[in-house]
Structure formats: C-alpha cells, structure tokens
C-alpha cells in the first residue's frame, strides 16, 4: 500500500460461520472496495475444494509448478498446524495398536502351524524316512506359514478395502470434536485416506510375524526321529 486509505462502510448484515475466532474478528467487504483499499489488482486467494479421497499434497505441489514461485499454494493442514499435530499424534497412537494386532497374528499363526505338526507327524515321519532333510521340511514348515499368513492377509485387506471405501464416500462424523474445538476450523465430515504405503508395511509385518511364529513348530518337527513318528498315533 502506497499511503493510507480509508472508506466508509454500511453495515448491512451479520453473518456467522461457526467460527467464534473469525465471528468475532472478521469483516466481510466486497473485493473491489478492499482492492481500492489496498491497490491490489486482481483477487488475492482462492479456495478449491477437492473431491473425497484426493492428495491435497500433491494438489499443492501441482499448483506449485504451474503457477510459479509467485503465488503461493497451502493445504488446510499447512494453514491449520494444530489440527495437523492432532492427527499426526493419533496416527503415532495407531502404532502400538497395530503392533498388538500383528502379536495376534502371529499368535494366531503359531497355534495353527503347531496344530498341524502335532496332526501330521507321522506324515512328516515318512518324508523324513523318505529323505526329506531337516532343513528342507523346515523350508516346507516356513512356506506353508506364510501362505496361510497370505491368505489371512487378503482376506483381511479384501474387508479393509471395502470399509476404506466406504469412509472414502461417505466419511467419518466428527461433529463431536469440531463443535467442542471451533476454532480448530475442523470440518464435521472426515473422509478416509488409502495408503498403499501402510498396506505394505502391514502386509511385510504380517509376513515376518509368521516366519517367526512358524519357527518353533518347525523346529520341532525338523528333530522327529523317523521311525518314532511314523509310529505316532
């Protein structure tokens, strides 16, 4: 601003946005008396809405690139940092979670792979008698750990897909937590996010749990002698 302006204005309204920190603080004018104002040409910000489910990063840097170092591009998590840390520490609360959920998979990997040693020992006796080595019916142990540790997975994915795209439509209420915290601006509507990245990471984490879930069965059934378990009853 070259010198300073002023302008009187009639006060026509009062409008409320559910925002006490904007109700309170804010005034609405039309763009072309702030421009007068101010001597800037041109709108100054815009707001796009994008559809649910898309990356408002990769939006931004998009923008970033066309538009040029000139005008600059921010996501509501980059003009909101406290909301932004609030989701960020709840993601943080999500890992032990995931870490106990993973222990009931490998538990639960463990049980059956032990149930099927115990079920099968005279069938791994006369591999064994047959020349299967050791370390080979170990090999066999571990794959078959990790294809029923696969076939939960899909399944499992299959369900968390669904339900994934269905928060994606239809979102999550957060009405609670946006009227107790108003001036966070947090919309009452969240909408939820697919992360191949996370499906991996759970997808490898459930294949280790497994292998090592396996390890102990399979050790158990590499030191059977061959005559003693084809004996087993």
């Known amino acids: 601003v070259s010198r300073t302006r002023s302008k009187g204005f009639r006060l026509v309204g009062v409008l409320g946005v559910g925002l006490p920190l904007m109700d309170e603080g804010m005034a609405f004018a039309a763009l072309d008396d702030v421009q007068a104002l101010t001597e800037a040409a041109g709108p100054s910000a815009f707001v796009v809405a994008l559809h649910a489910g898309a990356a408002p990063e990769a939006q931004r840097d998009a923008l970033h690139a066309a538009l040029g170092p000139d005008v600059q591009a ?28 993973a222990a009931l998979a490998g538990f639960g990997v463990a049980n059956t792979m032990t149930f099927t040693v115990l079920q099968r020992i005279r069938e791994f006796g006369v591999m064994l008698a047959l020349g299967l080595r050791p370390v080979q019916l170990k090999r066999l142990i571990a794959v078959e750990a990790t294809l029923t540790a696969t076939l939960g997975f899909v399944l499992g994915a299959a369900l968390g897909f669904a339900l994934n795209a269905y928060l994606q439509r239809e979102g999550i209420n957060m009405q609670f937590y946006s009227e107790a915290f108003p001036d966070l601006g947090m919309p009452h509507v969240l909408y939820s996010k697919l992360s191949w990245l996370h499906a991996l990471y759970i997808w490898v ?25 084809m004996r087993y009853v």
């Open 74 to 101: 921010s996501t509501f998590f980059d003009l909101n940092p406290l909301v932004g840390a609030i989701a960020q520490i709840g993601q943080v609360r999500m890992i032990p979670m995931m870490a106990i959920l």
């Open 205 to 229: 984490v459930v294949m280790l749990m497994a292998l090592v879930a396996a390890r102990t069965p399979a050790r158990r059934a590499a030191k059977l002698e061959p005559t003693e378990a």
